[in-house]
């Protein structure tokens, strides 16, 4: 079965670290391109990170220089270090996956298959 | 930074009810535009990826289309199980605000 497992969220102070962590199963992890989601109580959803399958990394504008993306192929595991968190970090977080592919032409075409599986999400609290 | 735009925020029909909500890019995102649907509580779910594009067990009366800064996603004819709100998405990127279907 094909699945994501996020954990690691929890409560932490302004200012505070954490690590999120989403663990694959059930497809080749280093064919895919993942992505971090949020989802604030009662809100839309906000793009957060991404890594491609080679390990580029992408980040939002609100978190760029906070977060960091990264993953291990081997632990078919993503991750999300969290750090100088602010009340509005306070989300739901998912991990997904991305089907992306690109040409050798130059320049490249991208094509991209949207995020087809999520995690159930982890809740992360910022607040004193 | 591309926003991204959808409206109605909320609309309310019946089931049959043809719907159609609209996302617009504040520049030109050519085709790379997916649609989600979400269900409270749960994660949200891929229902159309690179504008028009079935994605794999998705019902028929979804559909996609656009190009460049509008597109719109239709049901044809909802279902009880259509309700939930609606997200669009540049590929990669910026989620739109949402919609979210209401019975009336």
């Known amino acids: 079965e094909v699945q994501l497992v996020e954990s690691g969220g929890g409560l932490v102070q302004p200012g505070g670290s954490l690590r999120l962590s989403c663990a694959a199963s059930g497809f080749t992890f280093s064919s895919y391109d993942m992505h971090w989601v949020r989802q604030a109580t009662g809100k839309g959803l906000e793009w957060v990170s991404a890594?491609?399958?080679?390990?580029?990394?992408y980040y939002s504008g609100s978190v760029e220089g906070r977060f960091t993306v990264s993953r291990e192929n081997a632990k078919n595991s993503l991750y999300l270090q969290m750090n100088s968190l602010r009340a509005g970090d306070t989300a739901v977080y998912y991990c997904?996956?991305?089907?992306?592919?690109?040409?050798?032409?130059?320049?490249?075409?991208?094509?991209?298959?949207?995020?087809?599986?999520w995690g159930q999400g982890t809740t992360v609290t910022v607040s004193s | 930074d591309i926003q991204m735009t959808q409206f109605p925020s909320s609309l309310s029909a019946s089931v049959g009810d043809r719907v159609t909500i609209t996302c617009r890019a504040s520049?030109?995102?050519?085709?790379?535009l997916n649609w989600y649907q979400q269900k409270p509580g749960r994660a949200p779910k891929l229902l159309i990826y690179g504008t028009s594009s079935l994605q794999s067990g998705v019902p028929s009366r979804f559909s996609g289309s656009g190009s460049g800064t509008d597109f719109t996603l239709t049901i044809s004819s909802l279902q009880p199980e259509d309700f939930a709100t609606y997200f669009c998405q540049q590929s990669y990127t910026a989620f739109g605000g949402g919609t979210k279907v209401e019975i009336k």
């Open positions: 890594i491609s399958s080679t390990g580029d990394t």
């Open positions: 520049q030109s995102i050519s085709t790379y």
């Open positions: 997904a996956r991305e089907r992306v592919i690109t040409t050798t032409g130059i320049p490249p075409v991208y094509y991209y298959y949207g995020m087809d599986v």
